[in-house]
DNA sequence: AAACCGTGCGCAACCGCTTGCGCTAGCGTT
DNA sequence: AACGCTAGCGCAAGCGGTTGCGCACGGTTT
C-alpha cells in the first residue's frame, strides 16, 4: 500500500540505511547515488513515515500550545503566529483549550507532552506548584506568565498601564475604576498592581471591582456595579469586558467617552470596530507567539552552554481612540 | 530516564506483552497480574510512550485541522468546537492556518496527512482538482465545502440567504447589493447563487461588488465602491466586511441603518458588539466543528458496511439587528 | 486414567526509520 | 609493491510498543 523506506531501498538495489542518508544526510553518499534515490522514491512517490522517525529519532517534530479560550480575541493572533513561526521551521503545532479552567492544564500538558518536543503555556491559570510541575513535563515556555527557571516571553504592563492612567489623568479623571481579571491570571495581578502605583503617584483614586471573567458578559455585569461608584473613567482587565461595560453602558442610554470614559487592555481587533472605538493598551500578541517558538527551539537545539533562562519582555503602547475623554464635571 | 514498558515488565517479574495486556486490555490477564502490573506501573510512574504506540497500532489519535485564517473570527468558535469534542473522545488536534493562500492548502494537508489519522479541512479555498487530492491523502471531511464520495458538513446557505433578501424586501428595499467573498470560495458561490435567485423570485435587482477577501480592510473599500450604486441595502459575505462598510459609512457621516442597511452573513461574536449592532445570518460553527469530529470518527472507526458518504446541513437563521432597516424614500 | 479444553503468559516478529560501527574497494604515499 | 587512508555502503541493533501464535498447567469430561 504505502511505500516504505525498504522498497525504495530494494528497487534501488541499496540498503535501507543507505537510502535513509541519500535523503536526509546527502554529502555521506556519492552523488550518482542521491540522484538516483531521489528519482526513485519521486516516482514511487515515497513519502517518509514521520511516526517511525520520530520514534527512533526521539524527536516528534511537534510542539504543543495551550491556551484558556480560543475564542477570546486576544489569543487567535497569538494562535496564528506560533503556527506560522513552527511551519517556517518544519514544525506542526497541537493546540489544546483549556476553556479556561485552570484545573485541565496540568492534564491537558501532560497529554500533549508525550508527543511533542516542547510546550508553550499561553496565559496559564494555575497555582504556582502546578505550573512548576508542568514545567517539569519537558521544554516549557510560558508566555504571560513568569516562571522562574523557564522561558517566558512576557508583556510589559507596568509600562502599558502607567501609560493608561497617566492618559486619564491627563484628561481630568481623578477617580478611576479598575474591572480585575481572574484572581488566578498573573498579567491581572501585575496590571492591578501596576495601575494601583501609577494611580498613587499620579495623585488618582483606585477603585477596584471584580474578578470578572474575560467576557463581554461579564462587562454587562460589570457596568451595573460601577453605578454607585465615583468613577469617571475605567480601566477593564481586556477588551472584551471593556466592550461589554460600553454595550451596557449605551444601552442605558449613558455615551461613553462623555458621560464614562472606557478603556481596555490588549487592543485586539475588536476595539476598532466596537462603537465608540475603543481606546486600549495594544499587547503585541502575535510578537509574543512568535518570540515562544524562537525561544522554545533556542531551548530544544541548544542544549549547550545552558544559557540563563532567557525572559523577554514586550513592550506595549496606548492606543487611543473614541472611548476615552474628558471627565465631565460634577 | 523515562520508564518503558520493559522496566515495569522486569519489576513485575513478566513480559512486556503481558504488561501491555495488563495495561491496554484487562480481562485477558488475571486479576492479580492485572492489579500488580497497575499498582507497578504507577509506582515507577511509568506513562505509555504514545509515539511508540502509534508506530505498532498504525494510528496515531491524532486529527489534523487546516483553517484559513484563525485570526478570521468565523473560525475559532469551530477550532474550539473540534479541539473540544476531539479531547473528549481521547484525540488531540493539530492545527495548520493556510492564511487565505489556496495554494497551501495542499502542502499543509500533505505534511499533516502523514501524521493524524484523518483530516479536517474547513472552507477549503483549493481548486476542485486539487481538493481531490487532498481527500486522496487519507481519511478526510470538508466544512463549508461539498466534496462528492467525503463526508461534508455544510451550512445551509440558500435558506439562509432566502431569509435576508426577504427580509430586506420586507422592509422595502429593491436594489441589493452584494458584496462577494473570494472567488474560490464555496461558499460565496452558494451565496451568491441563492441571493440572486431569491432576489429574481421576490423581484429585487441585485448588484454583485467584489470579490473581497474577509477582512475589514475589504469592507472599506467596499464600502466606497458603493458610492454610485443604487442599492439601499448590501448584504456582506461575511461579518469582517460588513463591519468595514459600516464604519466606513459612519465614517462618511452616514447612518447605517437609515441611509443604507448593512447585513452580515457568520453572525460572529463580533455582530452583537458592533456599532450600530449587525443584522447577520448565524451560521453555526461550533456545531459544525463538532459534527466534523464526529463525522471523522466514524469513517476512522466503522471501517464497516461502508456507508454513504454522511453530508449534513446544518440550519442558519436570521438575526435582526440595528443595521437594516426600512429603505430610504429617494 | 486418558483425552480435552480454557485460561494466562511468554516468544518473537513487526511497525518504519535512524545510526554506530565495520567492511571493502580505490586512491595516494613512500 | 606494500601499506594507510578515506569515501561509500551495508549490517544489525535499536526506538517502545502491539499482537498472532504456541505452550503449560490445572481442571472437566467420559
Redesign the interface.
Known amino acids: 500500500m504505502t511505500v516504505t523506506l525498504a522498497d525504495v531501498a530494494q528497487a534501488c538495489g541499496l540498503s535501507p540505511s543507505t537510502v535513509s542518508r541519500a535523503l536526509s544526510d546527502p554529502g555521506r553518499v556519492s552523488a550518482q547515488t542521491r540522484d538516483k534515490v531521489a528519482r526513485v522514491a519521486r516516482e514511487m512517490g515515497y ?6 522517525r ?2 527512533s529519532m526521539g524527536r ?1 517534530g ?1 510542539i504543543g ?1 495551550i491556551v484558556p ?3 477570546n ?1 486576544f ?3 497569538i ?2 503566529a506560533v ?2 513561526r513552527a ?1 517556517r521551521k518544519d514544525l ?6 483549556t ?1 479556561e479552567r485552570a484545573a485541565d492544564e496540568l492534564d ?1 500538558a ?3 507532552s ?2 511533542v518536543d516542547g510546550l508553550i503555556m499561553v496565559s496559564p491559570r494555575s497555582p504556582e506548584p502546578r505550573i512548576a510541575e508542568i514545567g517539569r513535563l519537558g521544554p516549557t515556555v510560558f508566555v504571560n506568565r513568569h516562571v522562574p527557571e523557564h522561558p517566558s516571553v512576557l508583556i510589559d504592563n507596568a509600562d502599558g498601564m502607567r501609560q493608561a492612567v497617566e492618559h486619564l489623568v491627563a484628561l481630568g479623571h481623578r477617580h478611576i475604576g479598575y474591572l480585575a481579571g481572574p484572581r488566578r491570571s498573573w498579567s491581572n495581578q501585575q496590571r492591578h498592581a501596576a495601575i494601583t502605583e501609577a494611580c498613587a503617584q499620579l495623585g488618582a483614586e483606585l477603585v477596584t471591582f471584580g474578578p470578572f471573567e474575560p467576557q ?1 458578559q461579564a462587562g454587562v455585569q460589570a457596568a451595573d456595579l460601577l453605578q454607585g461608584s465615583q468613577a469617571t473613567a475605567v480601566i477593564a482587565y481586556d477588551d472584551l469586558i471593556a ?1 461589554g461595560v460600553m ?1 451596557r453602558m ?1 444601552e442605558r442610554g449613558l455615551s461613553v467617552g462623555r458621560d464614562l470614559s472606557v478603556m481596555g487592555i490588549d487592543d485586539s ?2 476595539s ?5 472605538t475603543l481606546t486600549s493598551i495594544h499587547v503585541p500578541g502575535a510578537e509574543a507567539g512568535a518570540t515562544a517558538v524562537d525561544l522554545l527551539l533556542d531551548v530544544l537545539d541548544g542544549m549547550h552552554g545552558e544559557p540563563p533562562p532567557p525572559l523577554v519582555e514586550l513592550e506595549t503602547y496606548l492606543v487611543v481612540r473614541s472611548s476615552t475623554g474628558p471627565a465631565p464635571r460634577r
Not at 513519502?47 to 517511525?52: L, Q, S, Y
Not at 476598532?272 to 465608540?276: D, E, F, R
Open positions: 513519502t517518509p513515515n514521520r511516526v517511525a520520530s520514534l516528534t511537534t500550545l479560550d480560543v475564542a480575541p489569543f487567535p493572533p494562535i496564528k503556527q506560522a511551519a506542526v503545532v497541537v493546540l489544546a483549550d476553556d491537558r501532560r497529554v500533549l508525550k508527543q463581554v466592550l454595550a449605551s481587533p475588536l476598532g470596530m466596537a462603537y465608540p
